[in-house]
């Protein structure tokens, strides 16, 4: 069996290019070598338990010669520092970068440019084997950028494999809004492995929100590589929206004292969608703070898993660490796995964790529906109030308007913004 898995392993790369981003070799040198030998992972592997990559695995990916297409159709912003990728190609940059920032892309990226973050899964080492485009961004010291940067990525065309390699760092004193889109077009049993290697030094604030709206037919696979050193301010904003199967692998090292982490993440998902939320905030160093909140609403036959891990080093005392992940199944068909973690080696901390998964409150949509409100509505009003508390967390007003109108269009569910 070992063999074979292997061979499929082959089999899904042999039409897949080699990378075409100088990267260094501390990533290169064993990188081939351990992809010879390894397998997809199946459900005996702890971390891939509850996603079966069968799927996956028979996907017979061919690269598309796409034409430059109106990327504005995927825009989530109304004013921000742009930049587009579609497929193997970048499309659009922003000619207006304030001093200050610095950005790269493809072969402008040496490969001096990138710092360590190495990541032992087979989804990182295929990204390493394979980064075909990718961009490299500074925010130099003390750096307050004026807008947000938003970057798109785009997948055009069945079949169609994208290996996407990034890395931001921000100096010390920098603060930043970052938002990263993730869209499809006619991508029919496409492949997306985007990879974000995040480095904050001292006392710098970032916030970045990642929309994934990729079709239903496409098959997503992200990994963010953070490292917080100290009195730096972290939040990712995880709102997964549409698409066959998505997965996100979050590893956050906080490796500064006075350090906070903010992890949130929404997931609305129908048909036979699954999605694949695994995060870990490491605390190597006390007196931090990490909130971490998921919400899913799960309709028709479609999965979630939730697996969350918070470690908390021998050294790291003082540290407060709260976890929670909630869910509500729209059918008896859905369903959701969820594991939050706590691994703790220290012993002044104040740490917790929760999970909850249960169905719509029919009490509550009945109430509605007696006061003349429809059943549509009712319903929407429920999990909007449901969803309300994780879908604050966004700070940019563009960004909500932008998730509530998809959630309109694809789930007929209106809620209401506040600002």
């Known amino acids: ?227 917080q050193l100290k009195d730096s301010n972290f939040t990712l904003n995880t709102m997964t929206l549409n698409g066959a199967f998505v997965r996100n692998d979050l590893l956050v090292k906080v490796e500064g004292e006075n350090c906070e982490t903010h992890l949130n993440g929404a997931y609305v998902m129908k048909g036979n969608q699954h999605v694949d939320n695994h995060t870990t905030i490491d605390h190597i160093f006390p007196n931090c703070n990490s909130y971490e909140l998921y919400k899913g609403v799960m309709g028709d036959k479609s999965t979630a898993v939730f697996n969350g891990k918070v470690f908390v080093r021998p050294d790291a005392q003082k540290i407060n660490a709260f976890q929670s992940n909630a869910n509500v199944l729209l059918s008896d068909d859905a369903t959701i796995n969820s594991k939050p973690e706590l691994e703790i080696y220290a012993d002044d901390v104040k740490c917790s964790h929760g999970s909850t998964t249960g169905q719509l409150d029919l009490e509550a949509v009945f109430y509605l529906r007696s006061r003349g409100i429809s059943e549509i509505d009712a319903r929407s009003m429920v999990v909007a109030a449901f969803m309300h508390d994780v879908l604050s967390k966004v700070a940019s007003n563009d960004i909500k308007s932008y998730i509530y109108q998809q959630l309109a269009v694809r789930f007929n569910l209106h809620l209401q913004r506040e600002d």
């Open 1 to 227: 069996m070992g063999t074979s898995t292997k061979a499929t392993l082959q089999s899904f790369r042999s039409n897949l290019s080699a990378a075409k981003l100088a990267l260094p070799s501390v990533l290169t040198a064993k990188n081939e070598g351990d992809l010879s030998v390894m397998e997809f992972p199946t459900s005996k592997h702890e971390a891939w338990k509850y996603t079966r990559l069968n799927r996956v695995a028979k996907i017979e990916l061919e690269s598309n010669v796409a034409s430059p297409i109106n990327w504005e159709d995927f825009n989530m912003v109304k004013d921000a520092y742009t930049f587009v990728f579609q497929n193997t190609t970048c499309i659009y940059i922003s000619s207006d970068l304030p001093e200050g920032i610095s950005i790269k892309i493809g072969n402008e990226i040496g490969s001096a440019d990138w710092l360590s973050s190495i990541n032992e899964s087979h989804v990182a080492k295929l990204n390493v084997a394979h980064a075909q485009n990718g961009c490299v961004i500074n925010i130099a010291k003390g750096v307050q950028v004026d807008k947000p940067i938003q970057i798109i990525y785009i997948t055009d065309g069945p079949k169609q494999p994208n290996f996407w390699r990034n890395q931001l760092q921000l100096d010390a004193g920098a603060k930043a809004e970052v938002h990263i889109g993730y869209f499809s077009k006619d991508a029919i049993d496409a492949y997306s492995n985007v990879h974000w290697s995040v480095f904050l030094k001292e006392n710098s604030h970032l916030i970045m929100t990642k929309i994934q709206n990729d079709g239903e037919a496409n098959f997503h696979f992200s990994t963010e590589n953070i490292h």
